[in-house]
Every structure is written in C-alpha cells, then in structure tokens.
C-alpha cells in the first residue's frame, strides 16, 4: 500500500504531505491542483518505462514542471512510502534544474526499514543521470531495487478520455498484448478476448452483466481475432434482438468510456495493479451510470488502492467523508486536507455529501 506521499516543487504544488487511504477521492475548484497530483504519477509511469525526458519535453520542458518555473524552484523532489507486510519502504527523489531547460536526478534513493525497523537498509543509485536507475539496478542483482520496480510499477494511471475516431480503443489491436489493461484502454479487444477464454471467464461474465445495466442495448462483445495468423482484433458487439455485428465506432464516447472502466474495475483480483488513478471517470457518463462505476470504485479498494478526481457531486455522494481529500488554491500553492468526519455529522444528517461540498462548508470551491 502507498501509505503516503510528500511531494515539492511539482507544478502548482510547492509542498505536499498526504496519506493515502484505500479509496482516496479528490474534490476541488478547477485550476486548484487535482489534476497535477495526477499528472505527477503520470510522470512517474514515464518514468519507469524509460521515458522521463521524452514526458519532460512533451510537457512544456522543466519549467513547465517546477512550481513557477526554475527562477523561483530549482528542484523537484518526491518521497513515497509503502507499506509491505508491516514494513515500511521509501522511494525518494530530487530532480534539479539542469542546462536545456531539463531536470536530471541530484539524488535518487531506496530506503527499507523491517519490522518494527529493527532492520534497515539504504541504497543510493546516485545522482546527475537523466534516467531512474531502479531498472538498471533490478537487473544488476539489487532486491531493494526489485522490490522498488514491482511497487512503482503497479501504481497507474489512466485515461480514457480520448474516445475520438482515432482513439486506440476503436482500433485494431494485437490479440497477445492481453497481460494488463494499457492506460488508454488500447487493448481492451485484446484483453476481453482472454479473460473470456481463459478460467478467469468468472471475470468476463461480470463485466458484460454490468455494461448490460449501463448500456441496456447492449448484449455481448463479438470477439473474433483476424489479419494475417489472426493476431489482430478489434472491438465487436452485439446488440439485443439483433444479428447484426458492430464495431467499436458505433458505441458512444460516454458507453465506451464506460466500457473501459467497467473492464478496469473488475478484471480478476489478482491482475489489478497496486493502486488505480483516473482523472474525472465521471466525463460523459449518465447519472445512473455515475452510481454503477462509483460503487465499482469502492469495490475495487477492498482490494486494491484507488486515487480518483471528480467534479461531479452526484459522484461524490455515492462516497464517505473519510475518502475526500479536499484540494484548495492559496494563492500560489495547491493545499491538500482531509475534511474532520465528526464536524461533518450535522450537516449529513440533512443535505447529502455532494451538497455539502456545493455549500462549500469542506472547501474545494470556487473563491
């Protein structure tokens, strides 16, 4: 479990210190910072695919990423603590300011501490290289990097917002690239074609009831690898009472979106990664739709982690105070709280947690 993450100099966010719960739901004003928390771990993802200086030059270059640019932050850095079987291990890093308008590590470090922290161990991989070196070191041998590779790795983010004619979800895609569903969804032909072949068809048939009760036409995906060898498929459907086969263009943006996050959701319990991050899942959905995917959500953190925004308060009602982290612009810096429950019992007893938050009684409103 990421227990908690301290994060400063990243974009709006100068400084940063939140615990994470199972189910972590951000609520706030546009332009307050939620979406940056985000896109910090989209960079991490970045990050351990090799990828931080490509992530850093399609954002802006570095002075998009540091809080106000280099003249008034010269570094980013970022801590994260996990919990493992009553252990506590600590990723940190520092990225600084470095020529061509980019960032380079000044420090990049793995700390475990065991048990009751009786036992520890620090690894320092370093400093002034412009890519992470845990893969590197996992490589070499490192089980503290190993370990470290597994735990960042398994912390996602995606994003099914692009529902476009040329979103990869509405193309064809390669049948074996079925291990985990891909931020963009991309592969999700591929995936729904194994976990209905495969002994986890446990998973599948849930995925298409639930799809059925947002989408009422709906009846079964019609999934038939083609090309050359049959290594390409592409996402058919079927609609009730119909023979007819469509393709993924006839679905709509907000029933494909849907789709995607059902799939997320309730793929096998074993296959779901470390913690699951989606920006605003409520875009384009129906109301009734809205109810369905947020009660997978709270599904899904009974087994995993799930960090979520929204700006919808009729999805915020379908959670606890306990899960929202409010997150407010003061003026220069995003601030990030946790509402007091017992303050909030009062008001709950007469107006709804989504209009509580409209009242702006928690913050997270427009000033």
């Avoid at 384009?284 to 599904?299: C, M, T, W």
């Amino acid at each position: 479990m990421l227990r908690r993450v301290i994060l400063n100099g990243f974009k709006s966010i100068k400084t940063m210190d939140i615990e994470l719960n199972n189910l972590n739901v951000l609520i706030g004003a546009n332009g307050a910072g939620k979406s940056n928390l985000i896109s910090f771990f989209k960079m991490l993802n970045e990050m351990m695919a090799g990828r931080l200086q490509e992530y850093i030059g399609a954002s802006g270059r570095a002075h998009s990423l540091l809080h106000f640019g280099p003249k008034v932050t010269l570094q980013l850095k970022a801590s994260l603590e996990f919990e493992v079987e009553n252990a506590r291990d600590i990723y940190t890093m520092r990225l600084f300011h470095a020529a061509g308008d980019t960032l380079v590590f000044a420090e990049e470090t793995l700390s475990f501490a065991g048990a009751g922290y009786l036992s520890s161990k620090t690894v320092s991989l370093g400093s002034g290289h412009q890519e992470t070196r845990i893969g590197e070191s996992a490589g070499a041998g490192e089980k503290t990097a190993t370990v470290f590779r597994n735990l960042l790795n398994s912390c996602r983010v995606y994003h099914f917002h692009d529902t476009s004619p040329t979103a990869r979800v509405r193309q064809y895609c390669y049948i074996g690239d079925n291990r985990w569903l891909m931020p963009d969804a991309g592969n999700l032909a591929a995936l729904l074609y194994r976990l209905r072949n495969e002994n986890s068809r446990s998973a599948y048939h849930p995925i298409v009831t639930t799809i059925r009760l947002i989408a009422p036409f709906f009846d079964d995906f019609d999934l038939e690898p083609t090309g050359p060898n049959k290594r390409d498929i592409i996402l058919n459907w079927r609609e009730k009472g119909s023979d007819q086969v469509f393709g993924p263009h006839q679905f709509s943006d907000g029933t494909l979106r849907a789709i995607c996050l059902v799939t997320l959701l309730l793929q096998p319990e074993s296959e779901l990664p470390g913690l699951i991050i989606v920006d605003e899942p409520e875009l384009g959905l129906h109301p009734y739709a809205l109810n369905v995917i947020a009660a997978l959500f709270s599904k899904a953190s009974h087994h995993t982690q799930v960090l979520i925004s929204t700006q919808s308060s009729t999805f915020l009602n379908n959670f606890d105070p306990k899960d929202v982290i409010v997150v407010n612009r003061e003026g220069r810096e995003s601030q990030f709280t946790r509402p007091d429950p017992d303050k909030l019992e009062a008001w709950l007893e007469e107006y709804s947690l989504g209009e509580i938050w409209e009242k702006n009684v928690i913050g997270g409103g427009p000033h």
